[in-house]
Every structure is written in C-alpha cells, then in structure tokens.
C-alpha cells in the first residue's frame, strides 16, 4: 500500500485565483492521478500524471486551467487556475500500486466565492 | 469507450437484512472490476477486486462476463457498512501513455439501520 498526504484539506477562494493542491507519497511511485468530484457526484478523472512527461489530460480537462507539475516520483501538484464557482469541488490524488489498485489522498476540498 | 452504472443512488436496509449493490459495466475488452468504499470521514479505499475472489468484511462480488455485471453482495448487512460504495472498471487505453485508467460508476450510498 501507499500513503498519500494531500494538502491543503479545504480552502475557500475568491472567483478569479488559483490554487495548488500538493501530493505527497511515501514510496516511489510511476502513475499518479488527479480526480474531481463534484457536489453529488462521482469521481472524474482529470489527469493521469507521469514523471519526466507531460500529464495526459481527459476529454473536457485541459493543461491551461489544471496545470500539473510531476518533479520526481514521489510528489504532484495539480492548479486549479482562475478559478470560478463551477470550480467548487473536491479534488482527489491517487497513486497506482501493485494489481492495478488504486490509493487515494484524503482530497481536498475547494469552494470558490 | 469504458463506463460503470450503479443504478441506485441509495439503498437502505435494516441489520441483519441481505445487501446488494448493483453495477453493470461496458468494455471492450477484458475488464478488471474493483469495489471502493468511503466511510464516513475517511478516505476512499479499495474493499474487493474481482481477480481475488475474496470476501472482505462479509462482502463477495462476482464477474458476470455475460450479463456484464459486479454485484456487491453481503448476507447479513450491518450497521457499520453505512457508506458510499464505488464500483470501477480499470482498462488501458491504447496509444496513450497513461497506464491502466479507472472508471468509476455513480456510487451508491448504503445505509444500515438499526
């Protein structure tokens, strides 16, 4: 298994900034993965994030509003930039482990005023 | 294209009472199906993986390659089983350098009343 810190757990933003969700594992890890999950909603995959290589982005998500950096194998950043109320969601990190498991960040949740 | 319904939003049932939580798939090819769960307050994780066979916490699920369905199965439901269920699929996707992409269905809120 792995151990993911995700941070920060909440923020409340004002229309227009953008904010960076950090992840950080506790092993060396070559898939990470940033989800959305909106109010009511399931998980929505944003991005599949590899290190040394651009992320790959999901139909309806691109690099410009969520840029995610991947510097070396255990950490990601993933921004959430100019940010709007439709923004408001929660915002998960995984990594991929042994067996195609997936494990997952605590998220972070984002509302933007 | 991959997708996962779970076509209850919400299921209660009394303890003690059996539990199902349906969850029909579409892929094209050979599918890995898994089952996540959320308790309140925490983080998701994974409960079952249909490659294991195993029952965790009293849960089972089994591949039905032709009615393409996951069923999550529980004889005896209890209390502490309240929460959100997630069925997902993991397939690659070809000529992307992405690895094995999870899909998750709606999920299905489970609860269990005393």
């Known amino acids: 298994s792995a151990v993911i810190s995700q941070k920060p757990s909440r923020d409340i933003c004002q229309r227009g900034t953008s904010l960076t969700i950090q992840c950080q594992v506790d092993?060396?890890?070559?898939?990470m993965f940033w989800y959305r999950q909106q109010p009511g909603q399931s998980l929505t995959l944003i991005a599949t994030?590899?290190?040394?290589?651009?992320?790959?982005?999901e139909s309806g998500f691109v690099i410009d509003k969520f840029p995610i950096s991947r510097p070396n194998l255990t950490f990601s950043t993933l921004t959430v930039s100019n940010m709007s109320p439709e923004d408001s969601s929660i915002y998960l990190c995984s990594v991929e482990g042994q067996g195609n498991i997936q494990y997952f960040g605590a998220g972070t949740r984002l509302s933007v005023l | 294209a991959q997708r996962v319904t779970q076509p209850e939003k919400l299921l209660s049932v009394f303890k003690g009472a059996p539990v199902e939580l349906k969850c029909n798939y579409s892929y094209s090819g050979s599918p890995e199906l898994f089952w996540y769960v959320q308790y309140s307050r925490q983080r998701l994780q994974l409960l079952l993986r249909h490659i294991s066979r195993e029952s965790i916490k009293g849960f089972t699920a089994d591949l039905n390659k032709g009615e393409t369905s996951f069923h999550l199965k529980k004889p005896f439901a209890q209390e502490e089983d309240s929460a959100m269920y997630y069925c997902?699929?993991?397939?690659?996707?070809?000529?992307?350098?992405?690895?094995?992409?999870?899909?998750f269905g709606g999920g299905t809120r489970l609860m269990v009343k005393p």
């Open positions: 092993s060396q890890v070559t898939m």
């Open positions: 994030a590899n290190q040394g290589s651009e992320a790959t982005y």
């Open positions: 997902a699929l993991s397939g690659h996707r070809q000529g992307v350098d992405a690895g094995n992409m999870l899909t």
